[in-house]
C-alpha cells in the first residue's frame, strides 16, 4: 500500500506572473521519456514485480524507497507547472477571448484541455508512455537500466535549466539534479555490491558538478546529496547495506534517515473562471457547504 503525506519536497516559490512557455519546458521533466514520471514508473513496477525479495532484501529495499520518493517528484514538477500557469489568463465574458493568451502559446494544451494544470505528457504534448518501462526481472539489468535512466533524467535537468531562468522553474530543478545525482550514485553503489564493478568510474556521466548549478548549491549545503529516506517503514532499513560510505563527489557521509523529508506545504490555486474551474460559484458552494453540514449531523 501507498501512504499520502498532504506536504510537497520543497517550498516552491509563488511567481508575480505567469510563464507559459517555461511551463512547458518543464513539462519534459514529468512526462518525457526521462521525466519523473519515468522513474518513478521504472521503480514501482520493478518493485511490485521483484523476485526474491527475502534473499534480496536490500536491493529491493532501495528501489522500494526510491520510488517512493520518486512520487514526490511527479507531485513536485506538476505543482511547478501549475505555479508557472498562474495568471496567463484572465476571468470576462466569453467574448471578450479571456483565453486569447493561449492561441500563441507553444503549449495549447494548457488552455484547451488541463485548465492551465499540469499534463501527464512531455514537452511536445506527446502523452507519457509505458514503453519507457524497464522491468527486464533481471536484476543487475534492471539495476544498470535505472543508472542509466537516472543519467539522462540529469542530463535533460540540465539542459531544461539553461531553456528557461524563471525561479520557479530553476527552484524546481536545483532540488531535483541533487536528488536525482544522490539515486545516480545509489544504484552505482547497488551495481557495486552486485556484480563487483565500479560502473561510476567507467560511466561517470554527465561531467558537469551540481556546484555549477546556483539553484542547487542550498540543498547541496543541506545536505540532500547524502541521504536516502526509510520513509519511516522498518521495512526498508536493510538500504544501508548498500548505502553507505562517503559520497564520492563531496566527501560527506552517506547516511539513512528514519523518517521521511520534512516537506512543504502544497500550493492552494485560485479558482479560474475563465476555464470553468473548479465551475462551483458561491452559490453552489452554499448549497455543497450544506449538504455537507447535512452529512456530519446525520453521522
Do not use: C
Not at 2 to 23: C, F, Q, S, T, Y
Not at 220 to 242: F, K, M
Not at 265 to 271: A, I, K, N, R
Amino acid at each position: 500500500m501507498m501512504k499520502r503525506v498532504n506536504r510537497i519536497a520543497i517550498e516552491l516559490p509563488r511567481p508575480e506572473h505567469g510563464d507559459a512557455n517555461a511551463a512547458s519546458a518543464v513539462q519534459d521533466l514529468l512526462g518525457g521519456k526521462f521525466g519523473e514520471m519515468s522513474t518513478l514508473n521504472n521503480y514501482m513496477f520493478q518493485s511490485f514485480n521483484f523476485r526474491g525479495k527475502k534473499k534480496l532484501r536490500p536491493f529491493y529495499d532501495l528501489i522500494a524507497s526510491i520510488t517512493a520518493e520518486e512520487f514526490g517528484h511527479v507531485e513536485l514538477v506538476a505543482n511547478t507547472i501549475n505555479l508557472l500557469n498562474y495568471g496567463n489568463t484572465f476571468p470576462g465574458d466569453p467574448d471578450m477571448a479571456p483565453l486569447q493568451n493561449g492561441k500563441d502559446a507553444r503549449y495549447s494544451l494548457y488552455f484547451t484541455t488541463t485548465a492551465q494544470t499540469a499534463y501527464p505528457g512531455d514537452s511536445m504534448g506527446r502523452p507519457w508512455n509505458g514503453e519507457y518501462v524497464n522491468n527486464s526481472g533481471n536484476l543487475v539489468a534492471d539495476l544498470l537500466a535505472n543508472y542509466l535512466l537516472e543519467i539522462g533524467a540529469r542530463t535533460h535537468k540540465m539542459r531544461v535549466y539553461e531553456m528557461t531562468d524563471n525561479l520557479v522553474a530553476r527552484e524546481l530543478i536545483g532540488y531535483l539534479l541533487v536528488r536525482g545525482g544522490t539515486h545516480i550514485l545509489a544504484y552505482a553503489k547497488a551495481l557495486e555490491v552486485a556484480t563487483g564493478v565500479e560502473v561510476g568510474k567507467m560511466v561517470p556521466l554527465p561531467r558537469l558538478g551540481n556546484d555549477k548549478f546556483d539553484h542547487a548549491k542550498k540543498f547541496i549545503a543541506q545536505g540532500l546529496a547524502n541521504v536516502l529516506y526509510t520513509w519511516g517503514e522498518p521495512e526498508y532499513r536493510d538500504i544501508n547495506r548498500i548505502w553507505k560510505g562517503r559520497n564520492p563527489e563531496t566527501g560527506e557521509l552517506l547516511r539513512v534517515i528514519d523518517g521521511m523529508p520534512e516537506g512543504a506545504p502544497v500550493p492552494d490555486f485560485e479558482e479560474l473562471p475563465e476555464e470553468f474551474a473548479p465551475d462551483i460559484d458561491r452559490d453552489d458552494y452554499q448549497k455543497v457547504l450544506k449538504r455537507l453540514m447535512s452529512n456530519v449531523k446525520s453521522d
